[in-house]
């Protein structure tokens, strides 16, 4: 019997020490996994943000476990006796995290199982992870990143480690997308309508129209160009040397890379579909959308997503349409442009010039067509409290917005051609409440801040050192404009919840967006070599999102060896000091500033280049 117990006594503790060490195993996997990142688990349950800054505990800040300080969710600069936590680190994101959207994470909607229409493309549309589910971590680049080729030559080839994808060069290979060629991926400017070059396709569309000299400018009056479906954007990266900047939009979809290339090459380029809200850019922006076999269906719903090029068409902008419908000959195709034309021309939309496979619709310039139609005629006219200027979020409607009083007068948009609009007051300055002087004030100021900054880069920055800029509070875009000697470009982001200036922005020949920084940007990452971010910090106190997620955010877009201008409060630039190491960041200037700032100061910020597997080449 005595035996017989001890046996049993000796099985007990045998399970209990198995279950003790199963435990302490899996406290250890669970711990690993959070303050490590998952690596090479392949686990997504990384989140990252203030709130799994504290459950990550007061070891990963540095501090005492026993801190009651550890909390640095909070969204205010001046804690009291948070001077002592400092972070050690963060952790890296898995390698096939290495090209994280996280709004537009498709892993996310099956991981959410988000009920969405397919056939309304809301699956390719913003949807933001909540603050549990985000990832707390620093986005890897690619194994053997190489520092990005410089303008002007990006446009033409890129180091293929750094976007390592080249299925669009078998797909497209008839259409002279791109080629692969040993380490380099070409550009030789094709396209699905133009395989034989870009630059004779533009030069096609504007003796189409008839401009002086072929030049799709139209001596300076055709600056703004919104691009839709724009693959690997060869016709932005064209338009650049005619003085055209284009908005060159594409979804993250099946050719999931578009943007990703157009980024690294150097051209504008924004991830957006047309689906169901209204893409981020205010009314009359555009003077040309183009869309060369960007494969919509735009007979759907009543001519909706037609509607949204309307309402971002400037008074008699173009609609450049090149696509089977406008030139073949069988049962479906011919269908499709009868229903398409009876569309548009209840629209009030005519054809400007019709050739080869090419058709450029022409936008009114008043309200007449639209008040002689017959009543009843769809699409209506939109409801006189729609603002078409509103965006962050907003449905689209199926509706035509018709001309204020004061721009149907006008029969045009007043503004002056390129480069002269850069610098003379828009007319809807008036609109917003704004002088010309306070434009003109504003013009100056931006001038001398900018010209304070280059001072402070010293020789880090050069004439090519820099490409793809964003201005993270752009407000009338007078940053970017004191950069026009520079061989750069500036998307001018115009927060949601301020003063709805983006108009202004469009209207001097810029380009931009309409964002909320509590969430991600809708970007991939290492695509921009300079943020500039003007009292950005700042405003975040006044909402309920964390200064931590956008240091991680500006990150995660930010190119190795890219810097970062932050000009705000002393509060806010002591706040970003301490997280420099974490990030792998470099101070490399600070100063007061030397405008009418009160105590504003400015720090800037160099992101050093890091790998933690392979390694970092810098060779050209």
Not at 547 to 563: A, H, K, N, S, V
């Amino acid at each position: 019997m005595s035996r017989g117990r001890s046996e049993e006594s000796q099985k007990k503790r045998l399970v209990a020490s198995v279950c003790a060490v199963a435990f302490f195993l899996g406290f250890l996997y669970v711990y690993s996994g959070s303050i490590f990142g998952s690596r090479n688990s392949g686990s997504s349950a990384l989140d990252y943000g203030s709130r799994s800054l504290k459950r990550l505990g007061a070891s990963y800040l540095g501090a005492d476990d026993t801190d009651s300080k550890q909390d640095v969710s909070s969204s205010s600069f001046a804690q009291d006796g948070d001077d002592d936590i400092i972070p050690k680190s963060f952790p890296v994101c898995d390698d096939r995290h290495s090209e994280l959207i996280p709004c537009l994470d498709r892993n996310f909607i099956y991981q959410m199982r988000l009920k969405l229409d397919l056939s309304l493309m809301e699956h390719y549309e913003r949807h933001c992870p909540p603050q549990e589910r985000r990832f707390n971590c620093l986005i890897p680049p690619p194994r053997g990143y190489k520092v990005p080729i410089k303008w002007p030559q990006s446009r033409d080839e890129v180091w293929k480690v750094n976007i390592p994808h080249t299925h669009l060069a078998h797909e497209k290979s008839d259409q002279n997308w791109m080629i692969v060629k040993g380490q380099k991926i070409v550009f030789p400017g094709g396209g699905t309508h133009f395989h034989h070059g870009a630059d004779k396709y533009i030069a096609h569309m504007a003796n189409m129209l008839n401009f002086s000299n072929d030049n799709l400018n139209n001596d300076g009056n055709l600056r703004t160009i919104l691009d839709v479906g724009c693959g690997v954007a060869s016709f932005g990266g064209y338009l650049l040397g005619s003085n055209i900047i284009a908005m060159s939009l594409a979804p993250n979809d099946v050719h999931q890379n578009q943007i990703q290339f157009a980024l690294e090459r150097g051209i504008p380029a924004y991830l957006a579909v047309l689906g169901t809200k209204r893409l981020p850019y205010p009314s009359r922006s555009f003077e040309l959308a183009h869309c060369s076999r960007c494969r919509i269906d735009w007979l759907q719903r009543d001519g909706i997503l037609l509607l949204e090029l309307d309402r971002l068409l400037r008074p008699g902008g173009y609609f450049a349409y090149s696509s089977p419908e406008a030139y073949a000959q069988d049962e479906e195709d011919l269908r499709i442009w009868r229903e398409m034309s009876a569309l548009v021309g209840r629209m009030c939309w005519k054809i400007a010039a019709k050739k080869d496979q090419t058709v450029i619709w022409q936008k009114p310039l008043t309200n007449d067509c639209y008040m002689e139609r017959e009543p009843d005629t769809h699409p209506p006219l939109c409801q006189s409290d729609d603002d078409p200027n509103a965006v962050w979020g907003v449905n689209m409607e199926a509706c035509i917005t018709p001309y204020s009083e004061h721009d149907n007068r006008a029969k045009g948009s007043e503004l002056a051609p390129w480069p002269e609009r850069l610098t003379s007051p828009p007319p809807r300055l008036a609109d917003l409440g704004y002088s010309s002087d306070m434009f003109e004030k504003d013009m100056e100021t931006w001038q001398r801040r900018v010209d304070h900054y280059w001072s402070l880069f010293g020789p880090k920055v050069t004439s090519n050192t820099i490409r793809n800029v964003m201005d993270m509070k752009a407000s009338m875009g007078s940053f970017a404009a004191a950069l026009r000697s520079k061989d750069v470009w500036v998307m001018n982001v115009v927060p949601h919840d301020g003063p709805s200036t983006l108009r202004i922005v469009y209207d001097r020949g810029l380009i931009g967006s309409t964002h909320d920084w509590c969430e991600a940007f809708s970007t991939y990452p290492r695509t921009y070599d300079l943020l500039h971010a003007w009292t950005v910090f700042s405003d975040l106190e006044k909402r309920d999102c964390s200064p931590e997620d956008l240091l991680i955010e500006m990150d995660r877009m930010l190119r190795p060896t890219g810097f970062i201008i932050i000009h705000d409060k002393q509060l806010v630039i002591d706040f970003v000091k301490k997280y420099l190491t974490a990030l792998h960041w470099e101070a490399i200037a600070t100063s007061e500033s030397n405008s009418d700032d009160g105590n504003e100061v400015i720090l800037v910020i160099q992101k050093k280049l890091w790998l933690t597997t392979g390694s970092v080449d810098t060779d050209q």
